[in-house]
């Protein structure tokens, strides 16, 4: 869980402008604190839509008994569900590669695109990587802060535009996004030379390496 709160986030989006802080968002809402909120929840879906090792799980799945996939639904956690991708190989009766996405309703189910239904066969597992959107307060302070970089820099040049004041957040920005990707990096337990097995990244998503063609000097 992250150590900023959601109106610490709002406070110093409104700090890089050089306005006055809140005591809440709720009897004291306006228009800068409407904005600033607004910034925070795009920015917070941009970072987390490509799957982070906190928002990022692979499960295996079997079709009820009416060949639906119902897609966890949402916790106290997690705001929703923003993507599902089948990473599991399936054929369908044409011999076509079964692609899938996720169906508009609550709760999600996932929808066969190739054959155009959503009902599956009941006697399959549906290996499937599972992105969910987190609230604010369940990310990590480094995913966070990386955010709130990005949020305080868009903030302060929508509602104020001064360049000094831009590049002085540019640099808060960039240590921000180091520091995030470190901290996921980390969580992955996991680097560029080898496959650790222990790994508590729960997709596991192993570096790209084909072992069985060899490079050689030269060639």
């Known amino acids: 869980m992250g150590y900023l709160t959601r109106l610490d986030a709002v406070n110093m989006m409104l700090l890089s402008a050089g306005e006055s802080l809140v005591s809440d968002l709720e009897e004291a ?9 607004f910034l925070l929840d795009q920015l917070s ?3 987390q839509i490509k799957g982070q090792n906190d928002n990022k799980i692979r499960k295996v799945y079997t079709p009820d008994n009416d060949g639906y996939i119902f897609i966890t639904n949402p916790t106290d956690d997690y705001a929703g569900v923003i993507s599902a991708t089948l990473v599991s190989k399936h054929i369908n009766e044409d011999n076509y590669v079964i692609q899938a996405r996720l169906t508009e309703t609550s709760p999600a ?3 066969n695109m190739t ?4 009902i599956w066969n009941v006697n399959e597992e549906y290996v499937v990587d599972v992105i969910f959107l987190l609230k604010w307060e369940q990310l990590d302070t480094a995913a966070q802060r990386s955010i709130l970089g990005d949020a305080m820099r868009r903030y ?11 590049r002085s957040l540019a640099e808060f920005q ?12 980390a969580d992955k337990n996991r680097n560029i ?3 650790n097995p222990d790994a508590r990244y729960s997709t596991y998503r192993y570096p790209y390496t ?5 490079r050689r000097r030269g060639l």
Do not use: C, H, P
């Open 156 to 166: 302060q040049m929508l509602v104020q535009g001064d360049s000094d004041a831009d």
């Open 109 to 111: 189910k996932l929808f």
């Open 210 to 214: 084909n072992w069985t063609n060899y």
């Open 193 to 195: 030379f080898e496959v």
């Open 29 to 37: 809402s306006g228009i800068d604190t409407g904005i600033s909120e």
């Open 115 to 118: 054959d155009s239904t959503d």
């Open 174 to 185: 960039l240590m921000s996004r180091i520091k995030a990707k470190q901290s996921d990096s």
């Open 45 to 47: 879906l941009d970072y």
